[in-house]
């Protein structure tokens, strides 16, 4: 029996960020405009750029003031997160009024799965057409489509024609279509495997899917087989349906301590100490960057402090660890007497930020990551010395300010909670 053919949507919003700002405010409209962490800040690095931007040669990642270099005139925001995912979800909202079979990709692409669709809505072109209008009418913002009967198909068909397009690659086109590109433009192939694939004199995709398998294996491994595969349309992974990350609000630990503590210096270290399991988590929770810390601080009489500030959106330890403290000395006099201590971040950004970074692959934004890391651990270094660097050996090594806390881990670090989203 013939496995019926599938219908795969990818969609892609363009130029997302600096669409949404204009969605706004539509006064920004028509005129060259970047996305930027700080306006201010000519060091600040470009986010995203309109298609005007797009023109004067301006790219994401370079700075904001080599962009102005090139185009006086730009008119310079800042990012608003928020805005972005919640503009996201309206899209999949969108989405959803065809499906229930999407999967998330990042903040502004989905895989889409209509082949039971197609009965009630047309073809897949015609879908995608309907999703292009409603996002734009709806929304004001601009979408390109891919169609196909694999998701890597349907992925390389979205980047072929932008904006606000629909592209359809099929098994009667595809040899056709995706054959002459590239071997760079099938997802997966980054500078390096490509590099090594030009070696062998394979250069496009099609030389791709004819290359010799266990060549491609005794040079790639396994993801060689796995590239020749998508290459020659045989990708058949599932789109994932319901969006499998867990959507966490908040992730937080405390501990209580061994004894009333009131020197701040421990505190402090305390502090680093719980932060460091929370920046571990986040990161691994995948959530993007957070850009609230929260503490709560308990008394030798057994109340319960809260108080939170906004940072900068961070995963960094270093960074949770110094508003916490901060915190700390704003709310709380000298001599307070502590008996637990709590970190808690939330407000995540869902990797907006990691997204568009990753989008780049340039040196440019190794290095500003890099950079940023370095300046983290210089001003610790400034701030609170040569011990706050040794924030992550604490919990390996068990000690922490001379206390043993190996045995007690389970104990002292065992509060962590994550809460979730309630919508
Ligand atoms: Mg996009």
């Known amino acids: 029996m013939q496995k019926r053919e599938r219908v795969i949507l990818y969609s892609d919003l363009n130029n997302f960020f600096a669409s949404v700002e204009i969605a706004l405010d539509p006064s920004l409209a028509g005129k060259p405009l970047i996305v930027c962490g700080d306006p201010k800040e000519r060091h600040g690095i470009v986010l995203a750029k309109n298609e005007e931007a797009k023109r004067y040669g301006i790219k994401t990642a370079e700075t904001v003031y080599s962009a102005l270099r090139k185009c006086p005139d730009l008119q310079m925001v800042k990012e ?113 495997t490509a590099e090594t694939l030009h070696k062998i004199g394979v250069r496009t995709i099609g030389e791709l899917a004819n290359a010799d398998e266990e060549l491609l294996i005794r040079l790639l491994g396994k993801r060689g087989r796995q590239l020749r595969i998508y290459a020659r349309g045989e990708d058949d992974a599932p789109v994932k349906g319901v969006k499998e990350k867990e959507d966490l609000k908040s992730i937080g630990n405390s501990t209580t301590l061994p004894k009333d503590i009131t020197d701040r210096e421990e505190i402090k270290r305390w502090f680093y100490a719980l932060s460091e399991s929370v920046a571990a988590r986040q990161r691994k929770a995948d959530v993007g960057r957070a850009s609230t810390v929260h503490i709560v601080v308990r008394n030798e009489k057994l109340q319960d402090t809260t108080c939170q500030k906004k940072v900068s959106p961070t995963s960094l330890c270093g960074d949770i660890a110094k508003a916490a403290y901060e915190l700390y000395c704003e709310h709380f006099p000298f001599g307070t007497r502590v008996r637990m201590l709590g970190v808690t971040v939330s407000g995540f950004d869902y990797h907006i930020q990691q997204m568009s970074l990753d989008n780049l692959l340039s040196d440019g934004i190794a290095y500003e990551k890099k950079e940023r890391a370095e300046n983290a651990v210089a001003k610790l270094r400034e701030k609170y010395g040569y011990t706050a660097l040794q924030r992550g050996v604490v919990l390996e090594d068990g000690r922490v300010n001379g206390l043993d806390i190996r045995g007690k881990k389970e104990e002292t670090f065992s509060k962590q909670e994550n809460t979730k989203d309630e919508e």
Not at 80 to 96: A, D, Q, T
Not at 141 to 154: D, E, M, P, R
């Open 80 to 192: 608003h997160f928020h805005e972005y995912r919640r503009y996201s979800k309206k899209v999949v909202e969108i989405y959803g009024r065809y499906t229930d079979c999407i999967e998330e990709c990042s903040i502004d692409e989905c895989a889409l799965d209509m082949t039971e669709s197609t009965a009630l809505f047309g073809s897949g072109v015609e879908i995608a057409e309907k999703l292009r209008s409603s996002v734009k009418e709806e929304l004001g913002l601009t979408v390109s489509v891919g169609v196909s009967f694999n998701k890597v198909f349907a992925k390389l068909a979205s980047e072929l024609k932008k904006p606000d397009a629909v592209t359809e690659i099929t098994r009667e086109n595809y040899r056709e279509k995706v054959w002459r590109l590239p071997v760079s433009e099938l997802l997966f192939v980054g500078k390096s």
